[in-house]
């Protein structure tokens, strides 16, 4: 989804007018619940898809941030997951200095909650995703170990 990390040096050299209209993005929540409600999860994630103006790196990757929210409220644990996954992923190459560590917590605990939903449904759910959970705690420890001491058993 990201291009590379340079697009998204660019993306943070833009105005403060720009970044805040990112931001923006987010607070569409409550409305793509209210599509949800009443047309459903595919028709929110729809209406949030195909939202005009979403053409930085930095407003893509708040769009599927807020869809996989979306998405995981809405009983789509296995699309959340994906897009989670996803999104974690192409954190990995944007420099952290350009990051809100928050959002980037958010969608590693995100990920981890539903991944240990998964593995306890049964024991080779549960061994075949230790190595991803542990790998996502240790993640989250690195950002921030305050937050993630709940999360360690």
Do not use: Y
Request: with cysteine.
């Amino acid at each position: 989804m990201l291009e590379n990390a340079a697009g998204w040096r660019d993306d943070t050299a833009a105005s403060a007018a720009t970044a805040s209209g990112d931001d923006d993005i987010l607070l569409l929540e409550p409305e793509a619940l209210a599509v949800a409600d009443s047309d459903g999860p595919e028709a929110a994630l729809a209406w949030l898809q195909n939202r005009p103006g979403i053409t930085s790196v930095r407003s893509r990757w708040l769009l599927r941030l807020l869809m996989a929210r979306i998405a995981e409220q809405t009983g789509k644990n296995e699309l959340a997951q994906h897009l989670l996954a996803e999104l974690g992923a192409d954190a990995a190459g944007i420099p952290l200095a350009q990051w809100e560590t928050g959002l980037l917590f958010e969608v590693k605990a995100r990920h981890l909650r539903l991944l240990r939903l998964k593995a306890g449904r049964s024991e080779t759910d549960k061994n075949r995703l230790q190595s991803a959970m542990d790998r996502l705690l240790a993640e989250l420890i690195a950002i921030d170990p305050a937050r993630a001491a709940v999360l360690c058993a």
